[in-house]
């Protein structure tokens, strides 16, 4: 009885402790709703699959009609803080990785896509490695037939703060200046050999770090536009 009892104390600890969190997530979400400046270039002006980093995630503040967006979200205990907090900046989530429920995560972005959305997809999440695109977002095109849309994003700024985690995260704090340069869309074919998506998503990686060096060498004419 008293493991028991332990079990279920804990428990409603951790429970407090998510909901602090949440809660503190969403007021730091919403106030930099109001201070995080974000720049977009080449917006894409119909439905798109967006190919983002993982330590990009903050650039969905961008996301030009939220109410038609929706993000790819680890279905661990941190990505359902995340989820949640994030509901309050209107971005609606699936839940699901490459390691838990990845086959039911994939079917509910397409079944999201099939009825007008759009969707976000950190490509190397959720545990890395860092900067290489997995076959999940090239399979969920093909199946959809929404294009793929590369992204980058970079500041120059002293307050767009890198964190010392796996995949080098970038948080925005207060007025920060960003910019999001958007590549042109990926159409991925209906029918692919496994050669061929491999190829595909070595092309995404290709298009993904090209941006991000064009938008980092050119940062000050993108801001200027």
């Not at 972005?109 to 999940?136: A, F, W």
């Amino acid at each position: 009885m008293e493991n028991e009892k332990k079990i279920k104390e804990k428990t409603l600890k951790e429970k407090i402790q998510i909901g602090i969190l949440i809660k503190g997530l969403k007021f730091f979400f919403l106030t930099e709703q109001h201070l995080l400046k974000i720049k977009n270039i080449n917006y894409p002006k119909n439905q798109f699959i967006f190919s983002m980093w993982h330590c990009h995630q903050c650039l969905v503040y961008g996301v030009e009609d939220k109410t038609k967006f929706y993000a790819l979200i680890s279905a661990s205990n941190d990505g359902e803080i995340i989820a949640k907090a994030a509901e309050c900046l209107n971005i609606k989530s699936v839940r699901g990785s490459t390691n838990r429920r990845g086959v039911a995560a994939s079917l509910e972005l397409i079944e999201k896509l099939k009825e007008g959305n759009s969707v976000g997809i950190m490509v190397d999440g959720p545990r890395g490695p860092k900067g290489k695109v997995k076959d999940g977002i090239i399979n969920i095109a093909k199946l959809s037939g929404v294009p793929i849309v590369p992204v980058a994003w970079y500041s120059k700024s002293r307050l767009f703060f890198e964190l010392n985690t796996w995949d080098k995260f970038k948080v925005p704090i207060g007025p920060c200046q960003t910019v999001a340069l958007y590549g042109e869309p990926i159409y991925i074919p209906s029918e692919l050999t496994k050669e061929e998506t491999k190829l595909l998503c070595q092309k995404v990686e290709d298009e993904m770090n090209l941006l991000q060096k064009d938008l980092e060498e050119n940062y000050d004419k993108y801001l200027m536009q």
